[in-house]
């Protein structure tokens, strides 16, 4: 090629060079310019949204207390520690520091320090002092991350009637279901800046809300009484071979609970792992046929219509038609002329129909729910049950019900609801709301509960008679009830338990419901065994450990026997 053309081509080639540099360059200027000018807005958002982040702040979830200030639910510290390899400067020597603190070895922290992993767990669930000697090393690539741990003191003791919290922090059954918005508090909110591997950047004047600690509840329950009814209940079930049981202890003046057991029980400590069906309070949600324990409200509603006195006669022959059905008492057996006081105390069946068809179908029932039954008592615990009540009307009623209702068959009611309702003939015929929160603190103030008073369910001077009623039944044919230098008032309940095919030929519900002092009554218990096998008849199994849970309440409780109490009286 001539030199001419040659300087021709090389000049072609050059130019060829500029322009596709000019263009390139142009094209970067272009996209220079449309990335900060243009896109400049936009993309400081995103790059604000990839370094800066919204964290919540958890609050501190309100401790529940028994009514003498012990804990029965609290809320610890827990720390989960680890680290981003890449980030630590000195491995060998941060795994000295923390082989002591986290009690772990040397050998496998330095190995988890200098691997290449992004991000490695060192320790979960360590105790707060722990995390925070951790924490005060300020040592690069360790992360110390507190949480809040549900802890429950006293175990099995109080489970049921406080509940559980689960791993998202709501609450469950008891006090914490109930309650769980008051405990539960409300959560903040922190702006935090993060570093290019997520760690948090501490930068001065960061945005923030501070997180509302739940409110500390005080209960009506004594951790004392509450132990009290616990061993004697485990004690009764295991005697008595039942399979399984309930107790409830009131106060009848203020409808204050003092005390809620069921065994078997569960530790809420580990409720994870505990068989489901028994984390649901029996005391509540578990309904049965009461027996004779419910012929407290059918006495208490002829007394009270005026259709009866305590010495009312009628002739027992053993066996009443209502409705077409055949009702015989307990023991097949007739008792021949009998006043209302020996029926109730010998609890006659017979008596008790007698009672409710003289009564009458619409008066009758009318008593029934006076005393709350068929409806939810209001109790401030979670998962509360109705009971089940037929009434005149409605498709499933027959008028035999008005016979074996009487005598507590073919009604359902929970433990709180039958009690609530012979508390009220303790407290001169007013029935109280149950109730189990009795304080609430806050950092501001506290604020008490005032007892409620739900109806009249019937006239003082009814239940003054019935409660003299109550007392003959017990120093007649509930001796195992009675403590001594006390009057006791109360009712024993063999109840048969219904099954799809009728009535269980052997399986019985045990109970007993009383009062005492019977004149200044300042607790009310009910006891409920299921299917002892160690006897089927409540005198033999539910009575007697009536009779020893009173027995350490009035010991407990330091209430003087009656003679010395009413001494200055007479």
């Known amino acids: 090629m001539k030199p001419g053309n040659e300087l021709q081509a090389r000049h072609?080639?050059?130019?060829?060079?500029?322009?596709?540099?000019t263009i390139g360059v142009l094209a970067i200027v272009g996209r220079l310019v449309y990335y900060q000018v243009w896109m400049h807005a936009e993309l400081e958002q995103m790059a604000v949204a990839e370094r800066e982040r919204e964290r919540e702040v958890p609050p501190e979830r309100g401790n529940i207390l028994d009514s003498t200030g012990h804990p029965l639910a609290m809320s610890v510290i827990q720390w989960d520690i680890s680290a981003s390899p890449n980030l630590v400067q000195h491995p060998r020597e941060l795994a000295e520091q923390l082989a002591d603190?986290?009690?772990?070895?040397?050998?496998?922290?330095?190995a988890k320090l200098s691997s290449s992993t992004k991000w490695v767990r060192l320790a979960r669930g360590c105790a707060q002092e722990v995390g925070e000697a951790v924490a005060s090393l300020k040592a690069d690539g360790i992360i110390c991350e507190p949480r809040a741990l549900r802890v429950y003191p006293e175990g099995e003791l109080a489970a049921h009637l406080v509940g559980i919290v689960s791993e998202g922090g709501v609450g469950f059954y008891g006090v914490e279901g109930y309650y769980n918005q008051w405990l539960a508090g409300i959560e903040g909110k922190r702006e935090i800046e993060q570093n290019p591997v997520g760690e948090e950047i501490p930068?001065?004047?960061?945005?923030?809300?501070?997180?509302?600690?739940?409110?500390?509840l005080i209960l009506t329950v004594d951790r004392n009484i509450q132990l009290i009814a616990v061993q004697e209940l485990e004690r009764a079930v295991e005697d008595y071979q039942a399979d399984s049981g309930t107790v409830v202890i009131m106060n009848p003046k203020t409808g204050a609970i003092l005390a809620i057991a069921n065994y078997p029980s569960y530790d809420p400590n580990g409720f994870p792992q505990v068989d489901g069906e028994l984390l649901a309070d029996s005391s509540l949600s578990r309904m049965w046929e009461p027996g004779s324990i419910f012929k407290v409200i059918t006495w208490a509603a002829g007394l009270d219509s005026g259709t009866i006195s305590p010495g009312t006669t009628v002739y027992d022959g053993g066996a009443r038609e209502v409705g077409g059905r055949v009702i015989q008492n307990y023991d097949r057996m007739g008792h021949g002329w009998v006043t209302m006081t020996d029926g109730l105390a010998q609890s006659l069946n017979t008596v008790a129909a007698f009672i409710s068809t003289s009564v009458g179908k619409e008066t009758f029932y009318t008593y029934v729910q006076r005393f709350g039954f068929g409806n939810l008592t209001g109790v401030d615990l979670a998962s509360e049950g109705p009971g089940m009540v037929k009434r005149p009307g409605d498709s499933n009623w027959f008028p035999s019900d008005l016979g074996t209702n009487?005598?507590?068959?073919?009604?359902?009611?929970?433990?709180?609801?039958?009690?609530?309702?012979?508390a009220a003939v303790a407290n001169h015929g007013l029935l109280m709301k149950p109730y189990i929160v009795g304080q609430f603190i806050t950092p501001e103030k506290v604020v008490s509960v005032e007892p409620m008073a739900v109806r009249q369910a019937i006239s003082e001077e009814t239940a003054d008679t019935l409660t003299g009623m109550l007392v003959e039944v017990v120093s007649r044919e509930a001796k195992k009830a009675q403590v001594e230098g006390y009057l006791i008032a109360g009712k024993t309940g063999t109840a048969q338990v219904p099954t799809a095919y009728g009535y269980d030929p052997t399986a019985t519900i045990a109970s007993f419901v009383g009062f005492a002092p019977a004149d200044d009554p300042q607790f009310a218990i009910l006891v409920k065994l299921d299917n002892p096998k160690a006897s089927p008849w409540a005198n033999h199994t539910a009575t007697p450990t009536f009779g020893a849970i009173a027995r350490r309440l009035l010991v407990y409780l330091q209430i003087p026997p009656d003679e010395i109490r009413l001494a200055g009286t007479r």
């Open 12 to 21: 072609r080639r050059l130019m060829v060079v500029a322009v596709v540099l």
């Open 101 to 110: 603190l986290l009690d772990l070895p040397r050998d496998e922290l330095y």
């Open 203 to 216: 930068l001065p004047g960061q945005a923030q809300m501070a997180a509302t600690a739940g409110i500390n």
């Open 406 to 422: 009487a005598f507590g068959q073919g009604i359902a009611v929970t433990p709180v609801q039958m009690l609530s309702a012979v």
